[in-house]
């Protein structure tokens, strides 16, 4: 194993760390007053700013973390991103160029190398860089705020942090990845489920709900 492999390794351990510790607090603030958190983009933009914070306060260096980055990864001199065809999560080619699916939250490496690849592969006409190389990211968090419903989308959510941690796995790199959900209603039947499918495919996950349903056996 090279020096940077295990450098990785190290920042990838402590991000863990840091990541089950900011989730922990977003979820026990919901289970104390889920009114907080009507949408999404509530509990994302909160747990943002947690993760941001904490890398700041243990000087976690060469990293970034960002909101809605979409992964690409470059094979036979064509650049793809993960789509659902066929009602499976797919690497296909980057047709059009703001296709694909994003991660709800990424920690990246910085490296100015990353940036400029993905500056070439961004639609001239945006000026956003929603797309990155997928060798960049240490880990990637999805978040969802409602289970009834939502079942399927849950389950695709996983299978595209599993696409994303295992094709990176192949390329000799590791990502954490990790799924959040609050749901003040959700049944032990859908939590039960939702849990042995993140348990079977190793991914790590976090369900909150208030404290009234919480203590119900």
């Known amino acids: 194993m090279h020096a940077c492999d295990i450098g990785d390794e190290m920042k990838t351990l402590s991000i863990k760390e840091i990541i089950n510790r900011c989730v922990e607090k977003i979820t026990d603030n919901y289970e104390k007053k889920k009114e907080d958190y009507l949408t999404e983009g509530d509990v994302t933009s909160s747990l943002f700013c947690l993760l941001k914070d904490e890398m700041e306060k243990h000087n976690i260096e060469g990293l970034k973390i960002h909101r809605e980055l979409r992964p690409y990864v470059k094979m036979e001199n064509n650049s793809y991103v993960i ?42 006409k945006y000026w956003r860089l929603l797309t990155y190389p997928l060798d960049a990211f240490v880990a990637c968090i999805e978040v969802k705020i409602r289970v009834s419903g939502n079942i399927s989308r849950i389950k695709k959510d996983i299978d595209k942090l599993c696409k994303i941690r295992d ?38 996950f976090t369900m909150a709900r208030t404290e009234k349903r919480k203590l119900k056996k």
């Open 83 to 124: 789509k659902q065809v066929n009602g499976a999560i797919k690497w296909e080619q980057h047709k059009p160029k703001n296709s694909g699916a994003v991660v709800d939250i990424a920690i990246i490496k910085s490296e100015q190398e990353y940036f400029e690849q993905a500056e070439e592969v961004a639609p001239k």
């Open 167 to 204: 094709t990176i796995h192949d390329r000799g790199k590791e990502c954490f990845v990790h799924l959040v959900v609050l749901d003040s209603e959700v049944s032990d039947q859908s939590r039960k489920k939702i849990e042995n499918l993140c348990k079977g495919f190793s991914v790590g």
